[in-house]
């Protein structure tokens, strides 16, 4: 079905069912225990999870198979948030031709980068591509200021020209980002009891261009293009010597994962219409590669399980706070809560990222293929018990297709 | 006139002239074959001929093409498929994929986007591959990652790769290194078998005299980047030039 075999059918199906249910999954704690803090189920964050998640399944097809290691990503990111404020400063509210010109612009943006950036292999291809984005970064900040919004950003404002619609809701702001009249920030409310669920506009339409964007990555994987890409991480000698020719392919995965980028910096903007130069840091494109290597590089699913988790980390470990802490250890005794937290602190709030940095060491020390390696492990642990009693009994065939 | 024709090839590395004028005509539908003593410079002239060196003077022709100057995977795409004399093969992916990239090469050519197209739909291009991985014995190793294999198993392999290529000209660098005997015999076998069934020439160079002599056409002897002699098998073995070449380094 779908032109997908059925391992990665049902492995579709699954993401589907998480993007779906999201709302529900990550809002699991009723909204009176403390626990509540650690639900995840609000607009702005589940958002983000998806275009993140969009971002590392790009990412990964340049990295995971090819295994060019990009450190300049973060720019086509803002390139494509930058072309979406324009679109709706200057034609219309309506997200989609925003995201449209997104892709676009970060395609030909990527193509012109990678076009240099692909001339070198290695440490030097990931060091170009990092000055490339710091150049962009630069060029954002200061000198760009009247395309970029500079340090400000770029925002939208009640005096645009915009061609399809007005410069004004009727209420004299400025009018909301919209896909055909439905606006993002529109929600539908769910209370169960103690629950309360949120069902986001801006939200589902993230989540449907990301199973999109996630159906045709798995496709990619599965064709002679993305076996020619794993080639060329494997050997690119043998590649030359086969009679292919490594760099269009190699440019071509740059361009889509840059494209993929773009396409993740329009749907920030569509969720919330300001870019800022902030967004091409080395940090943010740093923060993809993390990602990608934390889930599995190289893996269908690992990118979206990595973007999941730094991004849920960063969110809820980043709003911990010592009262909070005092608050868990309670029940302790006195010097020993006051360890604890004391402990504890460094880690949580602003210092999110020491945890970070020490999940991302676990990992990478002892589950050097990610998270999708830890689950295989556990997956083969299971298998194998399950295996010793039920003996021979079958090894189902699976119908092909 | 031969498919290919090396004339006055020069190549130095610092001080050490690997090749020095070097003139070669290969015949179409011949074995050829290229010994010499280790450090004669024999892969320094396939590298010339693939493309992986450019040398210092002289001209390569192939099938009336120059071949100087283009690069590896356009010279393979003329025709000239290459096995190196330690194996290059695709080590992260499986023994089947390693075959299908050059099945994919020959189909579509340098570069082709087929992003949404499945390899498991490709039957025509899969069943091309198992064939040829039946005909070098390896179909019961389809799946196995092909850094796994053996050394003997990663030189069938490239084997494979390569004739599967059907290219016009084959060049192999000492194609039955650290193969058992049997394997040698097998690849012997292979490539007599190739020959005649598809009509590919081949260069190949060898220390195994068994394998040279059970091949071979015609012999060029290398010695420290000169040709010393060339001629058929019966006159080489006897030859003095080449046992003084050789200085007990093989016996000939
Ligand atoms: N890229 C290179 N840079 C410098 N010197 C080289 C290079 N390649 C080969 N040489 C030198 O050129 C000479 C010929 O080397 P070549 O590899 O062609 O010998 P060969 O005949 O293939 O020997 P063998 O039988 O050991 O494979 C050697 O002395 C070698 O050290
Ligand atoms: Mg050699």
Known sequence: ?401 | MGILEVKGLNKRFGGLQALGDVNLEVQESTCHAIIGPNGAGKSTLLNCLVGKLMPDSGTVMFQGKDVLGCKPHEINQMGISRVFQTPEIFADQTVLENVLIPCFAGRDGSFRMRAFESIGSEVDIISQAEEMLREVGMHKKTDMLAGSLSRGDKRRLEMAMSLVQQPKLLLLDEPTAGMSRADTNNTIGLLKEIRTSRNITMAIIEHDMHVVFSLADVITVLAQGKILVEDIPENIKGHPKVREAYLGDAEV
């Not at chain 1, 400025?174 to 669920?197: Q, R, Y």
């Not at chain 1, 920030?268 to 934390?294: K, N, Q």
Request: glycine residues 12%; aromatic residues 12%; neutral net charge.
């Open chain 1, 1 to 401: 079905m779908l032109g997908l075999k059925k391992a990665d059918l049902r492995l579709f199906l699954i993401v589907v069912g998480l993007v779906v249910f999201a709302p529900f999954l990550l809002n699991p704690f009723p909204e009176s225990v403390g626990m509540a803090q650690f639900n995840a189920g609000y607009p702005d964050l589940m958002q983000k999870l998806v275009i993140f998640g969009i971002f590392a399944v790009g990412y990964n097809i340049l990295f995971g198979l090819t295994g060019y290691l990009s450190f300049g990503h973060a720019a086509f990111l803002g390139v494509g948030s930058y072309s979406g404020v324009w679109m709706m400063k200057l034609l219309t509210m309506n997200v989609i031709p925003a995201l449209i010109v997104s892709v676009i612009a970060a395609g030909l943006f990527s193509l012109l980068i990678g076009y240099v950036s692909l001339r070198r292999t290695g440490i030097y291809f990931s060091i170009l591509t990092l000055a490339f984005a710091q150049m962009c970064y630069s060029l954002a900040y200061s000198v760009l200021t009247p395309i970029t919004g500079g340090e400000t950003g770029l925002t939208l404002s009640l005096s645009d020209p915009r061609i399809l619609g007005a410069a004004q809701a009727a209420d004299g702001n400025i009018p909301a980002a919209h896909i055909f009249g439905l606006g993002m920030g529109e929600s539908a409310e769910l209370v169960l009891g103690d629950w309360s669920f949120t069902f986001n506009v801006g939200y589902y339409l993230s989540g449907i261009v990301m199973l999109v964007a996630f159906y045709l990555a798995i496709r990619l994987f599965r064709s002679p293009f993305g076996l020619m890409l794993r080639a060329i991480k494997s050997n690119q000698t043998r590649m030359s010597y086969t009679g292919l020719n490594p760099r269009p392919y190699a440019l071509a995965a740059f361009v889509i994962s840059g494209m993929y980028a773009g396409l993740a910096g329009g749907l920030m903007v569509a969720m919330d219409p300001l870019a800022g130069a902030e967004r091409m840091l080395w940090t943010a494109s740093g923060e993809v590669v993390l990602m990608t290597i934390l889930g599995g590089a190289g893996t269908l699913i690992g990118p979206i399980l990595g973007a999941g988790v730094i991004v849920y980390l960063e969110s809820i470990i980043s709003t911990i706070n010592s009262s909070v802490l005092h608050g868990w250890f309670n029940a302790l005794p006195d010097w020993l809560e006051n360890t604890l937290v004391n402990i504890m602190y460094p880690f949580v709030g602003s210092g999110w990222h020491l945890t970070l940095g020490l999940v991302f060491m676990l990992v990478v020390i002892f589950l050097p293929g990610g998270i999708v390696e830890g689950g295989k492990r556990i997956a083969g642990v299971f298998k194998r018990n399950r295996a010793e009693p039920s003996g021979d009994i079958k090894k189902s065939a699976e119908p092909g297709e």
